[in-house]
């Protein structure tokens, strides 16, 4: 077995002390750049690997930044994590991406897990448990960033996205060509986002004075393609009683829209789809998607950036920052028929 080389060896290879070498392995004290460029040397020479599991052990953290999500299956997080992970090993970090599936019991046990490893910080979807996961994170002294709380972010700092303005410009939108009878379609796990789009919904139904109850709403009961299908299907159904629907995100979006199709109900003849994220197989469909475009890369760029900043001692006050999202109109709406 080969003998794995030790701390001391890096010190006197870079001749240095071994509390330098520490130092620079638990990012304690500023080192400077010739001193950190000899130590990186040594390292790489003599292939040494830090016991990360000792550094947490002394009270230090780990080089990890975790990324709690709802749902892994959705495009829209991809774009999101990528923005993390480019800033996170920029900084010599990894990401930690947790997936809850919208269950507050797998939240919280990713919470304990997370705090037992003294993550660096972490970057959390705003979900449905509200926020005693939150607050474990934290007492485990790991600044937690929500991503898309809005109103709902029980105090942390956060990076979000005007979702009630969404909400309305999406509904502007269908009630702009004529819609009047509308189904929002939302989904577990993003309470809040969706929350605040369906109050932009309600927003724009105000500012054309019509009656809300025209308006309806209906939730899939998963994140799965199975439950989008039967969301699907319940609204295809009843397709007589409306004649569009917003769905709270593209994959839903995109599988109604598939269910309509395949059912011989014409897009946007018969029936307008918009949705919400546009990710990137929404201008591909078979019918380009409307929708609402969320900047995501840069989402997970600008929250990464935050809990580096948090993690490194600098304060959280006015940090929240929000990004203000665009309607895309493509080839899925149209005016209701006659």
Do not use: W
Not at 32 to 57: D, H, Y
Not at 125 to 132: I, P, R
Not at 170 to 185: E, K, N, P, T, Y
């Amino acid at each position: 077995m080969t003998r794995r080389a030790t701390i001391r060896e890096v010190a006197r290879l870079a001749e240095v002390s071994l509390g330098t070498v520490s130092n620079y392995l638990n990012d304690n004290k500023p080192i400077a750049p010739e001193t950190r460029e000899r130590i990186e040397s040594a390292i790489e020479q003599l292939g040494f690997i830090p016991n990360a599991g000792v550094r947490v052990m002394r009270g230090g953290r780990s080089h990890a930044i975790a990324f709690l999500i709802p749902d892994s299956g959705n495009p829209f997080l991809v774009e999101v994590s990528r923005g993390i992970e480019d800033v996170a090993i920029g900084a010599r970090h990894v990401v930690v991406t947790c997936n809850t599936d919208g269950d507050p019991d797998r939240e919280e046990h990713y919470a304990r897990v997370l705090s037992e490893m003294r993550v660096v910080g972490a970057v959390v979807m705003a979900m449905s448990a509200g926020e005693t996961a939150l607050r474990r994170l934290e007492a485990s002294g790991a600044p937690v960033v929500l991503l898309g709380g809005g109103s709902h972010g029980f105090g942390f700092p956060g990076i979000d996205v005007e979702n009630t303005h969404g909400g309305y410009l999406a509904m502007r939108h269908l009630l702009s060509l004529g819609h009047r009878d509308i189904v929002f379609v939302g989904g577990p796990g993003a309470e809040p986002q969706i929350d605040d789009r369906y109050l932009g919904c309600l927003r724009a139904y105000d500012e054309y004075g019509i009656d809300r109850s025209r308006l309806r709403r209906v939730t899939a009961e998963g994140n799965s393609t199975t439950a989008r299908r039967e969301v699907a299907e319940r609204i295809a159904d009843g397709v007589s009683e409306v004649t569009a629907a917003f769905c709270a995100n593209d994959l839903i979006a995109l599988t109604l829209q598939s269910v309509l199709l395949q059912r011989g109900i014409s897009v946007p003849g018969r029936f307008s789809v918009i949705g919400y994220d546009d990710i990137d197989g929404a201008a591909m469909a078979p019918v380009p998607l409307t929708t609402v475009h969320q900047p995501q890369y840069e989402l997970g760029r600008a929250a990464a950036e935050l809990v580096l900043a948090l993690a490194a001692g600098e304060s959280a006050a006015g940090r929240t920052r929000s990004f203000e999202p665009e309607l895309v109109v493509r080839s899925s709406t149209a005016a209701p028929p006659v």
